[in-house]
């Protein structure tokens, strides 16, 4: 006989082996984590998970009931502690804006109001001619960037009126 007697013992080895394999290699996923929520809001949605597991796992109706409500209670307790969190977060943001534009700090100050406005610039928008139509060769892109800066910081002087 050979090593396996069973093709199912062979496919619990095969599987064992490779399942050992990517857990050293690579790991488990790592969640990314909200860095505004403190470690007891973090405590507190796995609370509520847990409910909610307890809420799927009940199988009366009373238990289904008295579950639902525990569930409903520590995900009220999540979502207020996030929007402190939140809170917090935005006002220490805010008081380091503060401090970066009191000394002088532009580089600071203008990541901390990108930081809060939450906005991304996308740095692959086309580049449009002046019909509107897409330039997709660089030489044209540079040249169309030229042109409008030369029209945008090229203006005549303003004339002022004096009576």
């Given at each position: 006989m050979g090593l396996f007697n069973d093709i199912n013992d062979t496919w619990e080895q095969a599987k064992n082996v490779i399942l050992e394999t990517c857990e050293e290699t690579l790991g488990y996923m790592q969640y990314k984590?909200?860095?505004?929520?403190?470690?007891?809001?973090?405590?507190?949605?796995?609370?509520?998970?847990?409910?909610?597991?307890?809420?799927?796992?009940?199988?009366?109706?009373?238990?289904?009931?008295?579950?639902?409500?525990?569930?409903?209670?520590?995900d009220k307790e999540v979502k207020k502690n996030c929007k402190q969190d939140k809170r917090?977060?935005?006002?220490?943001?805010?008081?380091?804006?503060?401090?970066?534009?009191?000394?002088?700090?532009?580089?600071?100050?203008?990541?901390?109001?990108?930081?809060?406005?939450?906005?991304?610039?996308?740095?692959?928008a086309p580049v449009k001619d002046k019909n509107g139509n897409v330039i997709t060769k660089i030489e044209e892109q540079l040249k169309r960037w030229k042109e409008h800066f030369k029209e945008v910081?090229?203006?005549?002087?303003?004339?002022?009126?004096i009576t």
């Open positions: 984590r909200k860095n505004w929520m403190s470690d007891d809001t973090w405590v507190k949605v796995e609370e509520r998970r847990k409910a909610k597991e307890k809420v799927l796992n009940a199988t009366t109706r009373q238990q289904k009931r008295q579950t639902q409500d525990l569930y409903r209670e520590k917090d977060y935005v006002e220490q943001l805010a008081q380091e804006a503060e401090i970066a534009c009191s000394i002088g700090d532009i580089k600071s100050l203008y990541n901390t109001t990108r930081q809060l406005s939450g906005r991304r610039s996308n740095s692959n910081l090229n203006r005549p002087p303003q004339q002022t009126h």
